[in-house]
């Protein structure tokens, strides 16, 4: 079992940032993969970022690509999702995910077992 929790979100302008955290407990922290993911209203949830266990590789949605830095505290079990640049079109609920099952980095939704509550974003224009 993984227990994951989000925290970080807010209301901001265009051109703002902010960072998200999710912190997890449970299983090994540093044997998985993590990602975050993101549901905007009337939108299907979609792929923003991954990293592998250790860090060391990542992948981005090409609408973040550039913007968006995910990275990981192993020490500390806690991910992290620094947001530069904030659009309005990024505003949603961003969920952090783990994928206890595979070490390397994954993009899709399916490989993920468990999932956070979730944090709203709202970038104001």
């Known amino acids: 079992q993984v227990q994951l929790v989000e925290s970080g979100g807010g209301l901001v302008q265009a051109g703002d940032s902010l960072r998200l955290s999710c912190a997890a407990s449970?299983?090994?922290?540093?044997?998985?993969?993590m990602g975050w993911f993101r549901q905007a209203p009337g939108r299907e949830r979609e792929f923003v970022a991954t990293i592998n266990r250790s860090g060391g590789n990542t992948a981005y949605a090409a609408s973040v690509k550039g913007r968006f830095t995910i990275s990981r505290d192993n020490a500390k079990n806690t991910m992290y999702l620094q947001m530069n640049s904030l659009k309005p079109d990024d505003t949603a609920v961003y969920y952090c995910?783990?994928?206890?099952?595979?070490?390397?980095?994954?993009?899709?939704?399916?490989?993920?077992?468990?999932w956070g509550q979730g944090t709203q974003v709202t970038v104001s224009s």
């Open positions: 449970g299983r090994t922290f540093s044997s998985y993969a």
């Open positions: 995910a783990a994928a206890t099952a595979y070490s390397g980095t994954r993009t899709s939704q399916s490989w993920y077992d468990y």
